[in-house]
T-cell receptor, first 115, second 112 residues
Framework: SAVISQKPSRDICQRGTSLTIQCQVDSQVTMMFWYRQQPGQSLTLIATANQGSEATYESGFVIDKFPISRPNLTFSTLTVSNMSPEDSSIYLC????????????FGPGTRLTVL | DAKTTQPNSMESNEEEPVHLPCNHS???????IHWYRQLPSQGPEYVIH???SNVNNRMASLAIAEDRKSSTLILHRATLRDAAVYYC?????????????FGRGTQLTVWP
């Protein structure tokens, strides 16, 4: 298994500002992902955070809006840039050990409200 | 990514079995069937997965149709803690490289 922590757990931000969300895992993992869950909706994959290289973004998400870093095998950050009220969501990171039985573990999420 | 179809909601009484259906008529031969659930105010958690044969673990059982076009997640004795959104997801290990694409899921309500 993996224990995942996210910081901050929640935040209220003004439009036009940026917020960086941190994801820390208690063990080295191969795969790390970032998801968004808008109010009342399901999860949408934003990107795969690649260690030592640029993240791989899903359709509809771009690096300028959601820059991602992954400096090592246990840590990643997601920045939500130039925020608008439409960015109000829960942002979740998830991880997967390459040698696991295809089990993905999710963090508790960061609840973001943009005013 | 292959699509799945689930009922929007289901209800059960506590201590009764629950059968959560999922249709995946366009499943390919290399797609695994994964189930995750999301408890209120938490991130999703893995429940079970399988390819062709039925699977059992401490949380649930997964029954897969012979033609693999549908599957059923079985909770043998529902508890109040099982109230959650249940997601059925198809995943091709090779092509998706770990990525999970969530549908709308089934909201399970458990009555005491």
């Amino acid at each position: 298994s993996a224990v995942i922590s996210q910081k901050p757990s929640r935040d209220i931000c003004q439009r036009g500002t940026s917020l960086t969300i941190q994801c820390q895992v208690d063990s080295q993992v191969t795969m790390m992902f970032w998801y968004r869950q808008q109010p009342g909706q399901s999860l949408t994959l934003i990107a795969t955070a690649n260690q030592g290289s640029e993240a791989t973004y899903e359709s509809g998400f771009v690096i300028d809006k959601f820059p991602i870093s992954r400096p090592n095998l246990t840590f990643s950050t997601l920045t939500v840039s130039n925020m608008s009220p439409e960015d109000s969501s829960i942002y979740l990171c998830s991880v997967e050990h390459r040698l696991s039985s295809d089990t993905q573990y999710f963090g508790p999420g960061t609840r973001l409200t943009v005013l | 990514d292959a699509k799945t179809t689930q009922p929007n909601s289901m209800e059960s009484n506590e201590e009764e079995p629950v059968h959560l259906p999922c249709n995946h008529s366009t499943i390919s031969g290399t797609d695994y069937i994964h189930w995750y659930r999301q408890l209120p105010s938490q991130g999703p958690e893995y429940v079970i997965h399988g390819l062709t044969s039925n699977v059992n673990n401490r949380m649930a059982s997964l029954a897969i149709a012979e033609d693999r076009k549908s599957s059923t997640l079985i909770l043998h004795r529902a508890t109040l803690r099982d109230a959650a959104v249940y997601y059925c997801i198809l995943r091709d290990r090779g092509s998706t490289l770990g990525r999970l694409y969530f549908g709308r899921g089934t909201q399970l309500t458990v009555w005491p």
